[in-house]
């Protein structure tokens, strides 16, 4: 039997929200063990000058705790 938690992140990109995500999913990974698995709770978008200049997401990530 294994016990997971879930921990919230929040990351952004000037690219697009997938880029958000990646690079949401590529830190956590360095510092978080036993990813499973992740979810976007949010998605939210600033606006500089009436464009886009940032995408953000907010991650809610899954992690198996160790022993």
Do not use: H, P
Not at 23 to 39: D, F, H, N, P
Not at 56 to 67: S, W
């Amino acid at each position: 039997m294994s016990v997971a938690k879930v921990t919230e992140i929040i990351a952004s990109s000037d690219k697009s929200f997938d880029d958000a995500i990646a690079q949401g999913i590529s830190r956590a990974t360095k510092t978080l063990k036993g990813v499973t698995g992740a979810w976007v709770q949010d998605q939210k978008v600033t606006i500089r000058d009436g464009a886009v200049s940032e995408y953000r997401v907010n991650l809610k990530v899954t992690f198996i705790l160790e022993d």
